[in-house]
Nanobody, 123 residues
């Protein structure tokens, strides 16, 4: 069982930056693809970014390309999401997730989830 804990969310003005982190308890992340998803009330959980288990490949949803960077440090067992040039539409609860399998951008394919960290971007 993998338990994930996100941190780093907060309130920021449009154009600002935040860095989210995700750390596991109970197991190393090194064998898992790791993703970030986000959700707003009344909407489905949305894919943001994914990084493969060894960090060799990353994928982003179009709306965050060039602004967000996903990274991982398997030695420190940490996943990060650097978010720059934030926009009000980035406001959401952000989740990290772990998947043992073929790389996926679909939330239901991920086996393990954190509880989320809130990101609020004011205009």
């Amino acid at each position: 069982q993998v338990q994930l804990v996100e941190s780093g969310g907060g309130l920021v003005q449009a154009g600002g930056s935040l860095r989210l982190s995700c750390v596991p308890s109970g197991r190393t992340l090194s064998g898992y693809d790791m993703g970030w998803f986000r959700q707003t009330p009344g909407k489905e959980r949305e894919f943001v970014a994914v990084i493969t288990s060894r960090g060799g490949s990353t994928y982003y949803t179009d709306s965050v390309k060039g602004r967000f960077t996903i990274s991982r440090d398997n030695a420190k067992n940490t996943l990060s999401l650097q978010m720059n040039s934030l926009k009000p539409e980035d406001t959401a609860l952000y989740y990290c997730a772990a998947r043992n399998g073929i790389t996926s951008v679909t939330a239901r394919d991920y086996q393990y989830w954190g509880r989320g960290t809130q990101v609020t971007v004011s205009s």
